[in-house]
């Protein structure tokens, strides 16, 4: 009953298998090998666009990197107060971006309203060398809480940026999972919708190592080469990311592992919400599930094994959660991966609904 | 008869294997998991002593984080002035410190020799805000160029630094081979002769993406672990770089392997050294040959299947190389891996030799 | 009746009389001359404590060096939202320290409660590489509103950093106009109340260009001056810097200068106070003056030569405010100088009051 | 007999009065002024151009604004082993790039070569992710030797900057001293021979602090607006500086102020020339003398009065300056300024030459 985070997930036997099957013989390092140029190409397919794929270590590195690609002097860029960039990336953002800025707005459900942007964006549109200038917006899909932006919201989104000159980024490091909850493409989801930039994890959702920033803009890609190898993540071995990737979209293995765990978040989320022991934060779209229930409840279910979080209020949050929480409540998180099975679920829920 | 570069090896099948092993199941993330923690134990082992091990996702990163936990506002370090630091790095060094220099020293061999190193230090000794000032020395072991320094040199080189307040870092991107050559322990190697960090590749010899900051200094290790974040540079499923050092150090593997491609290179270098139609620039002491020969040879080579790269002189290089080279030929380099074999040495200097 | 900036008043007579006096004959450069050390020990003399004294050429660069003196990977400073540091600086906070963070909290009337800078900082408190860590916190004395500190509420500000391990930095753009205002000596407004670094700002009150930052900690000292000559910020010919000081600070200029201007904006709100126009928006403490009127009235005033600006509602502030301010009216800033007049006040409020 | 710096000559009275004169009253803060903007006509009247005009507090900081203008991910800049820029700020451009890398070359007279530029410039072209790319090339003109390139040099080097898409710099802090003794208009010694930014010094030629980074490309302009604040260099009373460079351009005394401590310089080298105790090291064409002479001559010399530095050798120095420096003698430093008399230069070569 481990829920405590999909990092904690292992590999995907098929992500192993090619590993495996890639290590023997040579092939040209940094990039040059016929794996990484067939999973370039793999990309494109899935984005239907001609796209460029920066392999990087880690989705932090991925961000920081999109966002060092709009970077200038007083850069500022938007994110969502509780967006991973802004909490748990230690600085990197702005150390990638030479000292540019993260400026924190409020949203509900993990999300930037559209309304918001477009406040902010305007707010400090007009440039001067005091305030300093937009340079980006940064959203995540799915976001931190679970929750999805629709394609409509991300187009509309991306309009504000553009009338303003700066580009959208999505950080996707549950990316599959928000493909895989709605019933759009990866290009609409996208592009198509005016994102600019793209961090794709493939980590959290079955691979060990495999996350790629992926830039729509040809005019961007030389320069973004330039400062993924500044940045020391430029691997020598690169086929080896390009190997887990081939498995990974091979019969759309990514899609199947990211329906299996947003399935078993449903199925957890059910659980909570027919239970008089807990309450649902949100409604969960993704494999997350957030839910709100006593520490005695949460003991007892640590007790028989579960592994979880207990989470902090999220800054952005309604009254509702808030009171809920106040009551000797509690705020707990529940991520579901690749590897989480019915029978846990079953089981956890059973531990929790037990007099 | 791949000789292109150690990085265009595959991944050893104990190193596959173990990452499959390790796959299934949950684990800590970000450093957190049984297996980090007994890959780290394993390394205070290996360096008889206990040391910080910081995984990072290649030797750039390793070098950039080692220095910046010495920069310091005008810092200066010193290197070679044909380290991969300087010549292959795209300034990683300089965009971590937030803006230290690296000042270039020739030296023969791809080795500052001590007194270089004693003129220059003094030279820059003398602290004031217009220089700037000493802030640490990078060598490599091996070099760039397949030699090797002594254990008595590098105490000589850690003397200096120390004299200065400086420490030394090591990068061992070819550390194994290193080890395997000399006949001398790691810790011997490095911090019982003063080195103060070591760049501890694994990729080049069999892993596919194995690299770490090896720290002496307990003081310094909790600035690091901030660093690496900034960086990007801490991976979430960080057990998989542990996985692959795990089976790396079982049975000392690492040893075998650097000692398979230290002898196919010793092999390799007999066969120049006998042929008439070759002249050996350096003698190696690790896994890299540098050869000089006439295009027409290396064409033929090539014609033949083998893969190898025409290489520039070392900015640092003696007079009789620049002869030999100046007179119609060209300088290559070889490197053998792990899995070079001796049928493809033969096959190679029997071409060489043929009429 | 120019009320738009003390940045618009010139320099003061006796100022530039004394770059006028220094001018000729030679002197040591870089701030070796016998004018700078004189400087100096009258700085420790007004701060009846040691201190170290490095002339800048803004106030910015004074802020930044201050806050780059306590850098650390992942760090974050805690400023106030409306603080100069984060509204007109251009990111030079962030980019002086290579990318650390500016946390920015709510407050009343400019200034950082006790409550808020506690809670925040137990927040940000527990290090761990992802969040990142507390580096220091920065107010403004006299705020960015007009209004003071008191002494208790400093010296429960920095008790609060210190718990922490951090230090205490005070944007003294206008600290002259503070000392004046209040009954307390620099002494006891800085250090002996906890705070450890002051931007030291001349240029608003009078000199041309003389700012410095003043460091209460000697360690610290050595490394601001790299970082002082890094930013480009050592004056070659820096004794005309310490000229304007030297008169600065002979026979008390200083303080006559800014109780001058204090009286100006105590004249000028008992004006709008008592004008049925026009409402304070805060009690000044020192030289600005914010007011709200109608658009109609400010235009009047301008039309008959007035000079002030409109004023965006300060990102904290209070609901009578906004309540004012949403009613067809707007706020005014009007900043007082040492060359303000008694007439000019007068001649602006009977402008106001007459219907 | 002050012939340390020119830094250590005060400032010319028609300076001090300009600053005086504007004083009083009220003027736009960062730059509004019409002061600032009458100067900032003179700047394009005197170059023939429209240009940009970036004031700031130091050389340091024009030449770092510079390099920034054209910092990129992996950069490289050119400059002379002993130039300014990488001898004497501290690591300024590379802090204020981001990280990006000066390279030094070596060259006679404190000049690079065509010759040497074109190699290096051929040498780095080929533009790749490991070894980084061209972004600047710096020169400075007079040079750290007192020489001069000729316009011819200029153009050369120029040309084989354009070529490499890359801009070129001159350092100008001795600028006015490379005017007054060539025979060229300022227009014809910059941007019409190519140059694209030119450090613009004042202060070593009679003013206190007047630094200008000029800009001949108008797409540049606006992001070193953003740079320049970002670095905290944007003086609030800006007007100050355009008060002296007011009073500098007034009938040519900036010209007028050259071409004294220019005819100084010439009448120290004819005096060392003309004497039997010292060795002319350059053929000055500013206001720098360099001379070989024996430690014994540098004490009497000091102890009647005089006051310069010993040199250490030229990183770029021929064999004769190095086998006349061996020989127990030691090369100093002489800089002549507005302030220097004849009587003084007649003093010195007298008790030079006093048996």
């Given at each position: 009953m481990y829920f405590a985070s999909?990092?904690?997930?292992?590999?995907?036997?098929?992500?192993?298998?090619?590993?495996?099957?890639?290590?023997s013989g040579f092939a040209g390092s940094y990039g040059a090998s016929d794996l990484d140029k067939k999973v370039e190409a793999k990309f494109s397919e899935i984005f239907e666009t001609d796209v460029h794929v920066f392999f990087v270590s880690t989705g932090t590195a991925a961000n920081a990197l999109a966002l060092s690609a709009s970077a200038k002097a007083g850069g500022i860029a938007i994110c969502h107060e509780d967006a991973h960039?802004?909490?748990?990336?230690?600085?990197?953002?702005?150390?990638?971006?030479?000292?540019?800025?993260?400026?924190?707005?409020?949203?509900?459900?993990?999300?930037?309203?559209?309304?918001?942007?477009?406040?902010?964006?305007?707010?400090?549109?007009?440039?001067?060398?005091?305030?300093?200038?937009?340079?980006?917006?940064?959203?995540?899909?799915?976001?931190?809480?679970?929750?999805?932006?629709?394609?409509?919201?991300?187009?509309?989104?991306?309009?504000?940026?553009?009338?303003h000159n700066v580009p959208l980024h999505m950080d996707g490091a549950r990316f599959a999972n928000a493909i895989a909850f709605s019933n759009v493409t990866p290009a609409q989801m996208t592009w198509r919708s005016g994102v600019d930039y793209v961090s794709f994890g493939g980590t959290k959702n079955g691979c060990w190592c495999a996350e790629a920033l992926i830039c729509f803009d040809k005019e961007k890609a030389q320069e973004i080469s330039y400062m993924?190898?500044?940045?020391?993540?430029?691997?020598?071995?690169?086929?080896?990311?390009?190997?887990?990737?081939?498995?990974?979209?091979?019969?759309?293995?990514?899609?199947?592992?990211?329906?299996?765990?947003?399935?078993?978040?449903?199925?957890?989320?059910?659980?909570?919400?027919?239970?008089?022991?807990?309450?649902?934060?949100?409604?969960?779209?993704?494999?997350?599930?957030?839910?709100?229930?006593?520490?005695?409840?949460?003991?007892?279910?640590?007790?028989?094994?579960?592994?979880?979080?207990?989470?902090?209020?999220?800054?952005?949050?309604?009254?509702?959660?808030?009171?809920?929480?106040?009551?000797g409540k509690q705020l707990y998180r529940f991520v579901t991966s690749f590897q989480t099975t019915p029978e846990d679920i079953n089981k956890l829920i059973n531990i929790l609904n037990a007099d």
């Amino acid at each position: 009953m481990y829920f405590a985070s999909d990092n904690a997930a292992g590999a995907h036997q098929k992500i192993s298998d090619s590993l495996l099957k890639h290590s023997s013989g040579f092939a040209g390092s940094y990039g040059a090998s016929d794996l990484d140029k067939k999973v370039e190409a793999k990309f494109s397919e899935i984005f239907e666009t001609d796209v460029h794929v920066f392999f990087v270590s880690t989705g932090t590195a991925a961000n920081a990197l999109a966002l060092s690609a709009s970077a200038k002097a007083g850069g500022i860029a938007i994110c969502h107060e509780d967006a991973h960039v802004i909490e748990d990336e230690c600085g990197a953002p702005e150390f990638f971006t030479g000292g540019c800025r993260l400026t924190p707005v409020a949203g509900d459900g993990g999300k930037i309203s559209i309304n918001t942007l477009s406040t902010i964006m305007s707010d400090l549109a007009p440039e001067n060398v005091h305030h300093g200038r937009l340079m980006a917006t940064t959203i995540t899909q799915a976001t931190e809480l679970g929750t999805l932006y629709t394609v409509d919201e991300i187009s509309a989104l991306a309009d504000i940026c553009h009338q303003h000159n700066v580009p959208l980024h999505m950080d996707g490091a549950r990316f599959a999972n928000a493909i895989a909850f709605s019933n759009v493409t990866p290009a609409q989801m996208t592009w198509r919708s005016g994102v600019d930039y793209v961090s794709f994890g493939g980590t959290k959702n079955g691979c060990w190592c495999a996350e790629a920033l992926i830039c729509f803009d040809k005019e961007k890609a030389q320069e973004i080469s330039y400062m993924r190898k500044r940045a020391g993540q430029l691997f020598s071995k690169s086929r080896f990311v390009a190997a887990q990737f081939d498995a990974y979209f091979e019969d759309d293995l990514w899609l199947d592992l990211a329906t299996h765990s947003n399935l078993m978040a449903q199925k957890l989320s059910n659980g909570f919400e027919n239970s008089s022991f807990a309450d649902l934060a949100y409604v969960p779209q993704s494999n997350e599930v957030f839910v709100v229930m006593s520490p005695a409840k949460a003991l007892k279910l640590r007790e028989n094994g579960a592994v979880f979080y207990e989470w902090p209020l999220p800054r952005s949050h309604s009254s509702e959660l808030s009171t809920l929480v106040s009551s000797g409540k509690q705020l707990y998180r529940f991520v579901t991966s690749f590897q989480t099975t019915p029978e846990d679920i079953n089981k956890l829920i059973n531990i929790l609904n037990a007099d």
